[in-house]
């Protein structure tokens, strides 16, 4: 039976997009951020965490598999878009992972936690309907049964990269556009000010809708028994930091408000991964991690320590590219695998940014400073960065003697890593998406098929229509794909709630009406079959 003892912890998630450390606890002075601030104050920050890619569906897909993205093939950014310039990329695809693996939530489902999202996915591939009790804009906690553990998402996104254009602005700007301070690989233009000052303004408003969300928390008697967690998918939406593996575009806030079990006002120097947090979630929630996961728990029974933490890009929306990247607490390694590539690849949607504009305007009129021509110039093979006296990683370190020690350590570390979790990197996208779906076709879930188990004997024959019987009854679901979840209603309503199927179910007296679909991840989903059954004997209304 489903253990619901609510001693257990509910965990809270609030998910921002596109989003640098840019807080006043992380010592920002023109940041507005009061109630992030106080979640930090009353929990522990951690200031090296670090996504595994700088764009959100290669990122979200390793949180929610707690798996690394070149491993299960969601490395490439855009695969269920097309672009009419672009019409021999081997798209539109979903992913399709490797049979054994699953959206985290699934476990914990099992284990009796009702989980929610409100409301992003973008994880490469649709989300199998086992993986969200709800899923869309009123997902919440409050949807619950009685005294059941929660795992809850939100997913303000108000700070992504288009925030910053023009046509995006929501309000007059309330942050002065000549105080904000911008990396020296920026133009200092009036643009590009203008273009920060709106994500300063767009994190502002995001901390409203934290403290909206944590009132809520307070207002149901919530907060002593919930570990809220808040970060960002990746760094913030600005040239050299979105979509590279440089700190600007993989360092994400972290904060982390556990009370009786984390001291508040606290700072952790471990290293964190997002790939970890789902690991971490089932840690906390007394579940044991799958031994296939890749990401590894920081907090709870089952946390360990790591030494470095990884990061890739691969195509993005129309440009291909191969990097991939390993950093310590200290220093950042990155290997170039396209080193005759400029940095300035086309990807359109990147070129509606004001900076990028602005980059670009100024190099066809030679008027760029000298650090602002990093991203004109000729690609090294391997990058070496020291994060802590070069913060803004200008200043490659891979030739200097004095540091080869370290650069054979992290060169080390890379080659290790990619050996033992997979690089699909080294496939062609094309021969990949073959694999995923031969000659262009999605595979389809298998329809599932009722198994009664009646009168203390096993079931022997499957039902695809229920049946009539007279004594106690079991039903098992069963489905011919390998890998696949199964989820099933015994509401016939168009707005039932679908259960994750994880025992048998136990028919009660009278008819039941059992409704099962299953799905894989990277597959269609499976196409509807319907069962009713009668208990022979009994009254049925």
Known sequence: MINRSDDRPNILWISLEDTSPRFGCYGDRLARTPNIDRLATEGTRFPLAFATAGVCAPSRSAIITGMYQTSIGTHHMRTTHTNPYSSELPTPYQAVVPHYVKTFTEYLRAAGYFCTNNKKTDYQFEPPITTWDELGDHAHWRNREEGQPFFSVFNPNLTHESGMWPEKERHALETDPDRVTLPPYIPNSRKSREALARHYDNIADSDKIVGRILQQLEEDGLADNTIVFLWSDHGEGLPRAKRWPYDAGIRIPLIVRWPGHIEPHTVSEQLVSLVDLGPTVLSLAGVDVPCHMQGQPFLGEQAQARTYIYATRDRYDQSYDMVRAVRDKRYKYIRNYYPELPYMIWISYNNKHPMQQELWRLYAEGKLEEEQKVLFKKRPIEELYDTESDPFELHNLAKDANYREKLHELRNALDEWRDRVGDMGEVAEDQMVERFWPQGVQPQTATPVFVPIADGSPGIEGSLEGGTYS???????????????????????????????????????????????????????????????????????
């Open 471 to 541: 004594g106690p009854l079991l039903v098992q679901i069963y489905c011919a794909t390998q890998g696949c979840s199964i989820a099933y209603t015994t509401d016939c309503g168009e707005d039932a709630r679908w259960k994750l199927y994880s025992e048998p179910i136990r028919v009660e007296e009278g008819t039941t009406t059992i409704r099962v679909r299953a799905s894989r991840i990277g597959y269609k989903h499976s196409e509807e079959r319907s069962g009713t059954f009668i208990i022979e004997g009994a009254t049925s209304e």
